[in-house]
């Protein structure tokens, strides 16, 4: 059985020393977008899971795939043929992604704690604990970053060491996404929003204007540039 404060422990660490090693960011700016955005915050409003948590859920299990259901990705208006089977049909993407939060395993909307540990936890769950079972990183939330090599279930209970997952991985999403939109944020993050463009860094000296500093396009500033045009001429 899985120690599951282990694995929590164990996934804080890996996000902490986590780089990169694939291209999310195409994938990334299609789940910020303003429209998918909007609808994984009204599933947000009725389960208190996160929105951009229900995001990269959808891309793993569909691709983002407004037909497939946010459980296992079968279609929502018809009755589910894979784990969890037997759910639905239901009247939209929205309500089948409700149902898949609150009614079935690992009952994400009872999760009220969303630091970074918890939260990869949650997400593996979603996907299975087998991966943590073998003492692996799970590729569901790990591919496509160095915390990860090989070692994939190709299919239910069949296990190969030297599949690599091509999906990209849960915590890379997240740390693309947040790198677009600051308004996510995890507890235990390392990510930071960028700065606005217009912001004057703090360690910046401000330069008040002087004879001989004059602002730019100031008459000073043209009599300096006469001036050193003369001197440059002369020597």
Same mark, same amino acid.
């Given at each position: ?7 929590? #422990?164990?996934? @804080? ?8 090693? /694939? %291209? ?5 700016? +299609? =789940? ?64 089948? #992604?409700?149902? @898949? ?8 909307? /009872? %999760? ?5 540990? +918890? =939260? ?36 239910d209970g069949v296990y190969d060491a030297n599949v690599v997952d091509g999906q990209l991985g849960c915590a890379g999403l997240l740390m693309a996404m947040m790198a677009l939109?600051?308004?996510? #944020? ?50």
């Amino acid at each position: 059985m899985t120690d599951v404060n282990a694995l929590i #422990a164990a996934n @804080a660490k890996r996000w902490a020393n986590a780089r990169l090693t /694939r %291209n999310f960011a195409t994938v990334a700016h +299609r =789940l910020v977008a303003r429209e998918a955005k909007a609808r994984y915050q009204a599933v947000t409003s009725k389960t208190g899971v996160p929105w951009a948590v229900i995001a990269v859920i959808h891309e793993r299990e569909c691709s983002q795939d407004w037909t497939g259901a946010l459980a296992q990705g079968d279609p929502w208006n018809k009755v589910s043929v894979h784990v969890p089977a037997g759910r639905g049909p239901f009247r939209s993407w929205e309500e089948a #992604a409700i149902d @898949a939060l609150v009614h079935c395993a690992p009952y994400a909307a /009872r %999760n009220k704690d969303w630091s970074v540990g +918890r =939260l990869l936890t949650k997400l593996e769950e979603y996907n299975g604990l087998g991966y943590a079972a073998r003492g692996r990183p799970s590729p569901y939330v790990w591919s496509g970053t160095d915390q990860y090599k090989s070692g994939k279930y190709v299919r239910d209970g069949v296990y190969d060491a030297n599949v690599v997952d091509g999906q990209l991985g849960c915590a890379g999403l997240l740390m693309a996404m947040m790198a677009l939109d600051p308004t996510i #944020a995890l507890a235990g993050s390392k990510v930071l929003a960028p700065a606005p463009p217009s912001a004057t860094p703090a360690s910046a000296e401000v330069v008040t204007p002087s004879i001989i500093n004059p602002s730019k396009g100031a008459i000073g500033a043209f009599i300096a540039d006469v001036l050193t045009a003369i001197f440059r001429r002369k020597s």
